[in-house]
């Protein structure tokens, strides 16, 4: 009878476990559904900026890590650029839309998440953190971003990526 017990205690613990793990991953926002509502279903052609060798210096900088492309894509009406860029939570790429405007973080969103944990970054009461974040010298942003605990490699992921996208918008506009 206690094996019965126990044995179905450990089979609701699993349950639990593979729930939330599925829950976290997932496609939140349709990459092109995010290039719609960002230039109000109207994207311009998307852009795309070399990854010289100064430039990779800077990027890895940013980054930790070789960025492992020679170049980027972005869309550019004119008012704002729009990046759509990918870096690794704790195993796994999360993809992420940078909205930039006048050099500041217009806006952030998670696209896809593929991690078990550290979802809750995708929500407006940690990404509005960032919203008009600048960049200040070494490429840092001009403001401390509040970590999430457990989500400490997605939060991490999300602060570089704001950072690639800032820099890059200055790169870009330079050419």
């Known amino acids: ?3 019965n017990k126990i044995s179905i205690f450990i089979l609701l613990i699993l349950a639990a476990t593979v729930t939330v793990a599925t829950y976290a991953k997932g496609v939140y926002l349709e990459p092109e559904l995010f290039l719609d509502q960002v230039f109000e279903s109207n994207p311009p052609k998307p852009d795309k900026i070399w990854i010289t060798k100064k ?3 800077d990027v890895n900088n940013i980054l930790g890590h070789d960025l492992k492309t020679i170049r980027v894509r972005y869309w550019n009406d004119g008012n704002k650029t729009a990046w759509i860029l990918e ?18 973080i217009d806006q952030i969103n998670v696209l896809i998440f593929r991690e078990s944990r550290g979802w809750e970054v995708k929500y407006p009461f940690f990404t509005d953190q960032y919203k008009q974040a600048g960049l200040v010298k070494d490429n840092q942003l001009d403001r401390k971003i509040d970590g999430i605990s457990g ?3 997605s939060v991490n992921a999300l602060t570089k990526v704001a950072r690639l ?3 890059l918008d200055t790169q870009a506009i330079k050419q």
């Open 55 to 57: 430039l990779k210096e």
């Open 151 to 153: 989500a400490t490699l």
């Open 1 to 3: 009878m206690m094996k």
């Open 165 to 167: 996208a800032l820099y």
């Open 87 to 104: 870096e690794i939570g704790r195993d796994k790429p999360i993809t992420i839309g940078v909205v930039v405007k006048e050099k500041k």
